[in-house]
């Protein structure tokens, strides 16, 4: 069996920490290569980005978001002053864009636009893990072509996509270098998610898993005396973790979503 993917069996787990797939590699692959490659692939896309920025308008969405914004920076909190439609963080976030750069709709776009440039090398680092940095870059062109360009409004759904990115690169991360830290910051970009919209959730869940089922690979190669309780410690940090940054504790319970899965507890 190749030695790369053996890991993904728990009958013949080894210690190895990092799973890669040996696809389209050809030969060895210098850090030159991979940052070349990535320095291309990062250009293209911001000047391709760039020529949506002004045009292409959207009055419901981009309206809608520059109020909620604009109510904020008047000094309103989502969900006490007035009807927010997500969970109220991007209202902040906007809020800020609003403050540094002026009220204009225009503003909300140079957010996204910025978010949209750090995103790139994340997808790219997260597919040259498997690939060559030609097939890498491709893969990451396409992704480009079919994200923010197609609908260039700083909707919440984008910085999802963008912070589930970020946590999914954390958390391979911590796969190669089995640093806490990694699993922290994997677990803030969760929290931020939830704070911007609720379906963050979905991320926070498939990270959650991996880790389990990699907890079970490991379990494998560990003495029996350190098995015990290895997923509890896990589970107990992740849960911790994710309720304390996606909790929006500054609003009452009753706009929380965690009343959704509690709805009989009050705290009147």
């Known amino acids: 069996m190749n030695p790369r993917i053996e890991a993904t069996s728990p009958t013949v787990f080894k210690a190895t920490r990092r799973v890669r797939l040996p696809l389209f590699r050809f030969g060895a692959v210098t850090p030159t290569q991979r940052l070349s490659v990535l320095l291309a692939v990062w250009i293209l896309s911001g000047v391709y980005a760039a020529g949506f920025l002004d045009r292409g ?6 309206g809608l978001l520059a109020q909620s914004a ?18 109220g963080g991007l209202a902040y976030l906007h809020a800020l864009a609003f403050r540094l750069l002026g009220v204009k709709l225009l503003s909300l776009r140079w957010l996204l636009f910025l978010s949209f440039l750090l995103f790139v090398p994340a997808v790219y680092a997260i597919a040259v893990r498997m690939v060559s940095p030609v097939i890498a870059g491709l893969v990451t062109l396409l992704l480009v072509a079919w994200s923010v360009p197609n609908y260039f409004a700083s909707l919440p759904s984008w910085y999802n996509l963008f912070l589930a990115t970020f946590g999914v690169l954390a958390v391979l991360r911590h796969v190669d270098t089995g640093k806490s830290s990694w699993l922290f910051v994997a677990g803030l970009c969760g929290g931020l998610s939830i704070l911007i919209k609720i379906v963050g959730l979905y991320y926070v869940a498939a990270a959650f898993f991996f880790l389990i089922y990699r907890e079970q690979l490991l379990a494998f190669a560990r003495p029996r005396r350190r098995r015990e309780g290895a997923a509890c410690v896990l589970y107990s940090k992740i849960v911790l973790g994710v309720t304390f940054l996606a909790c929006p504790w500054r609003y009452s319970w009753s706009n929380t979503p965690l009343r959704a899965f509690f709805p009989s507890f009050s705290t009147t």
């Not at 604009?70 to 969970?87: A, K, S």
């Open 57 to 62: 308008w959207f009055p419901s969405d981009e």
């Open 70 to 87: 604009e109510r904020v920076l008047g000094g309103e909190m989502p969900h006490r002053d007035y009807h927010e439609v997500y969970t």
